[in-house]
């Protein structure tokens, strides 16, 4: 096959492909060899009626389409490697000199590929954008620091009376009038005291039981209820309370840090999980400067984006959305029913995203041509190794995950993010300025009273004091409790 390029006129560029009689010859043999067994003739057996004879009667083109088919199937991903063409969509093919198609000779097509606009790169060194900086939060390391006290706490069992945060282990009937009610009956029942999970006012009405307690719980289902036949109505929870347990949390100190982690002193411990927060948030904060630097630059850079390649984005990102749904054990059908929504909808949400992401993708790709950005072999052997690393395999099943021409996807993500430091290191990035608070109006009480008004009287202030309050959340255990 020879390949000729004849030019390129606004997203179009248009090459031939030409195929010499005896390439035509071979892909007819080929032809022949894949589908004699599918024809039978008269005095053969099927799969055995020599090429001459099935040309003889069907006609001497009888193979020529599949094998035209094979030649460019196989001939144009080649063609394209060579020029360096991208395509955004099928191109159109139109054949030169059909009669020798007819005759079996060599022939000629011309091919037209629609292809990604090219940017006419404005702006992108140096430029302004804005990034609100997020910044470490001293309350997040106490509570990482008390996550690792409570999943190093030990579990004791008590006979009470219980308190709040204890686990009770119990048996319960509930009763409306009389009558036990369907639903409303639990053995073994694990309910954390202050957990919210039981109707309001269940679980308060344990605080202070003991072991081996009977204890009955009166509570009114909200009138918003779920089951219709128990809302608003009072019911009578029978209660045995078969064991207690409690939380008992290691002290927070150097003895702590030893047997919860690898540090000495629980001085280390903090400021090692000071420092992963830290970097957690030096990445948020990167992260954020390069999409805030990248929107910049696509505003600063427009192009008219064809509508096939937002499609095929959006296609993409919908098949993202369901293989996340589906690793989670979600059919989308189903998700959709308890969403209220619909699959088209759902595809036609990303549109706008696909198009950001189109024009970022195209920005990138123009500012890594112009300032002459590569992907080495060092590069993409590395991002094997990273993918690997990652995956937990063997470098070899990469690969052969990957499949052929690998090198070429790895080699444009990798030269796109090069591309992405490469501004973002050259940017100017500012906090948003905080808009200033109007002072509030002052107030002027006045000191009069009209005639023959009484004067209010003056407040009175009572000290109150505080309770737990009481839980509100209803059951996600049974329709009961």
């Known amino acids: 096959m020879t390949t000729s390029y004849v030019g390129k006129e606004n997203n179009k560029v248009k090459f031939t492909m030409e195929f010499t009689a005896e390439e035509f010859e071979a892909a007819i043999q080929n032809a022949y060899l894949r589908n004699r067994g599918r024809i039978s003739i008269p005095g053969f057996r099927k799969g055995k009626a020599p090429r001459k004879v099935i040309e003889t009667r069907y006609g001497s083109g009888?193979?020529?389409?599949?094998?035209?088919?094979?030649?460019?199937?196989?001939?144009?991903?080649?063609?394209?490697?060579?020029?360096?063409?991208?395509?955004?969509?099928?191109?159109?093919?139109?054949?030169?000199?059909?009669?020798?198609?007819?005759?079996?000779?060599?022939?000629?097509?011309?091919?037209?590929?629609?292809?990604?606009?090219?940017?006419?790169?404005?702006?992108?060194?140096?430029?302004?954008?804005?990034?609100?900086?997020?910044?470490?939060?001293?309350?997040?390391?106490?509570?990482?620091?008390?996550?690792?006290?409570?999943?190093n706490a030990r579990i004791l069992t008590i006979d009470g009376p219980a308190n709040w945060d204890d686990t009770v282990i119990l048996d319960y009937k509930g009763f409306v009038g009389e009558e036990q009610f369907v639903g409303g009956t639990a053995d073994d029942q694990s309910l954390v005291l202050g957990s919210n999970t039981f109707?309001?006012?269940?679980?308060?009405?344990?605080?202070?039981?003991?072991?081996?307690?009977?204890?009955?719980?009166?509570?009114?289902?909200?009138?918003?209820?779920?089951?219709?036949?128990?809302?608003?109505?009072?019911?009578?929870?029978?209660?045995?309370?078969?064991?207690?347990?409690?939380?008992?949390?290691?002290?927070?100190?150097?003895?702590?840090?030893?047997?919860?982690?690898?540090?000495?002193?629980?001085?280390?411990?903090?400021?090692?999980?000071?420092?992963?927060?830290?970097?957690?948030?030096?990445?948020?904060?990167?992260?954020?400067?390069?999409?805030?630097?990248?929107?910049?630059?696509?505003?600063?850079?427009?192009?008219?984006?064809?509508?096939?390649?937002?499609?095929?984005?959006?296609?993409?990102?919908?098949?993202?959305?369901?293989?996340?749904?589906?690793?989670?054990g979600i059919d989308l059908n189903m998700y959709c029913k308890y969403a209220g929504t619909t699959p088209e909808a759902i595809r036609k949400d990303y549109e706008d995203g696909a198009k950001k992401r189109v024009h970022s993708r195209l920005a990138l790709e123009a500012i890594a041509a112009k300032e002459g950005i590569e992907a080495t072999a060092e590069d993409i052997d590395k991002e094997i190794e990273d993918m690997?690393?990652?995956?937990?395999?063997?470098?070899?099943?990469?690969?052969?995950?990957?499949?052929?021409?690998?090198?070429?996807?790895?080699g444009k993500d990798i030269v796109n993010r090069k591309a992405l430091d490469f501004v973002f290191a050259n940017a100017k990035l500012t906090e948003p300025k905080k808009k200033a608070e109007k002072p509030a109006a002052k107030k002027t009480a006045k000191k009069e009273t009209a005639e023959g008004e009484e004067k209010p009287a003056a407040k009175k202030t009572t000290k109150k004091t505080t309770k737990k309050e009481e839980p509100k959340a209803e059951s996600s255990e049974n329709t009961e409790a």
């Open 62 to 151: 009888v193979f020529f389409e599949d094998a035209i088919d094979d030649l460019l199937k196989e001939n144009y991903p080649k063609a394209l490697d060579e020029l360096n063409i991208d395509p955004i969509d099928r191109p159109s093919i139109d054949f030169e000199g059909e009669e020798k198609i007819e005759q079996g000779k060599g022939f000629k097509v011309t091919v037209e590929a629609d292809v990604a606009p090219e940017i006419e790169l404005k702006e992108y060194k140096g430029v302004k954008a804005e990034r609100e900086l997020v910044k470490l939060d001293e309350a997040e390391v106490e509570g990482q620091l008390k996550s690792l006290q409570k999943r």
């Open 199 to 328: 109707i309001p006012g269940f679980e308060a009405q344990l605080v202070g039981v003991n072991k081996g307690d009977e204890k009955d719980v009166v509570v009114t289902f909200p009138e918003e209820y779920h089951a219709e036949d128990l809302a608003g109505k009072e019911a009578v929870f029978k209660c045995t309370i078969k064991e207690i347990k409690r939380e008992e949390l290691p002290e927070l100190d150097d003895d702590f840090a030893k047997e919860a982690s690898t540090f000495d002193t629980l001085d280390e411990l903090k400021e090692d999980i000071k420092k992963k927060i830290q970097e957690r948030v030096d990445r948020s904060n990167e992260n954020a400067g390069k999409e805030a630097v990248l929107a910049k630059i696509c505003e600063l850079n427009p192009v008219d984006i064809p509508q096939v390649m937002i499609d095929d984005e959006a296609d993409k990102m919908f098949d993202e959305f369901r293989q996340q749904l589906m690793s989670q």
């Open 388 to 410: 690997a690393s990652m995956y937990n395999m063997e470098k070899d099943k990469v690969l052969g995950a990957l499949g052929t021409g690998y090198e070429k996807l790895l």
